[in-house]
């Protein structure tokens, strides 16, 4: 093959929100999308099968001669991607990598915090697994960490009524709903990979003296890092500046979909995994 892009993966859409930040960030480089669109959502699955899923995925994206890819999903993430890297690497794959999007910000989170109370805001899925909790506590032990599950946010953004009257409602019970764990979270993580779409409106609950993170900065920056201090890993990437885009769904609805999240018309191709 010609090109060696970088694999970013996500269960559907919401990844191109962190593809975005890292094209911004890093535009020399090819990529390659893959949203598994026709077994989304991932959330409200069992351990193995998002494992499962997951794998095959990435196996895909190994295929198609990806030396480097990134779990654009947090679901992904929390369920899959430790077995991936210990388990299935050494294996199928040894030198190449496979990354996700949470101790990327679990790492600098502590940073932005004065008071050490943090809230993070995701899926019932990221929420329930405890990764965001465990992943902060190991780099800042020190942080006080609270959760709140947004169930219905995710489906906001996908039928585009995230700016709509509507959304206010649900928007402001989550923000209320963390805020009352305590009066001293000063950061609020947006842990899900739609919820930049939702941005504008969670700021109007929250008060100018709280930070919000939104996670596909904080991962671009991770991934020019790492690649900087990887070059064994970056000399593997080819630097064409092509961006292709595959979905396991209907093409159709994938393009109208993801012009919200990437911010301009993408023309996708479908696979069968």
């Known amino acids: 093959m010609s090109t060696a892009p970088i694999g970013i993966f996500d269960s559907g859409y919401g990844g191109l929100t962190v593809m975005k930040e890292i094209v911004k960030n890093l535009p020399e480089y090819d990529y ?7 077994r989304a959502p991932y959330g409200g699955r069992s351990f193995d099968t998002i494992y499962q899923y997951t794998r095959q995925c990435v196996e895909y994206l190994f295929d198609q001669n990806c030396h480097l890819i990134i779990l654009a999903c947090n679901t992904a993430s929390a369920k899959a991607l430790r077995n991936i890297q210990q388990k299935d690497l050494p294996n199928i794959a040894p030198d ?3 990354l996700g999007v949470i101790r990327p910000t679990a790492e600098v989170i502590g940073r932005y915090s004065k008071t050490g109370h943090v809230g993070v805001l995701g899926t019932s899925g990221t929420v329930n697994s ?5 992943e902060i506590r190991q780099q800042f032990p020190e942080l006080t960490v609270y959760q709140e599950a947004c169930p219905m946010w995710v489906p906001l953004v996908e039928n585009q009524e995230y700016d709509s009257d ?8 989550h923000i209320d709903g963390i805020l009352s764990q305590s009066p001293k979270i000063d950061t609020l993580l947006l842990a899900c990979t739609h919820y930049p779409l939702l941005l504008d409106k969670i700021k109007t609950y929250v008060g100018d003296d709280i930070t919000i993170l939104s ?3 904080i991962v671009a920056k991770s991934l020019d890092d790492y690649l900087q201090r990887h070059p064994e890993i970056a000399e593997k990437c080819t630097t064409g500046r092509s961006k292709k885009f595959l979905t396991t769904d209907s093409t159709d609805d994938f393009d109208d979909h ?16």
């Open 215 to 217: 996670q596909g900065e």
């Open 32 to 38: 390659l999308y893959l949203g598994d669109n026709a």
């Open 258 to 273: 993801a012009k919200f999240f990437w911010g301009k018309e993408i023309a996708s191709e479908f696979i069968d995994l």
């Open 96 to 98: 190449r990598r496979v």
């Open 166 to 173: 509507g959304a206010d409602y649900f928007i402001q019970q």
């Open 130 to 134: 405890n990764s965001y909790v465990m």
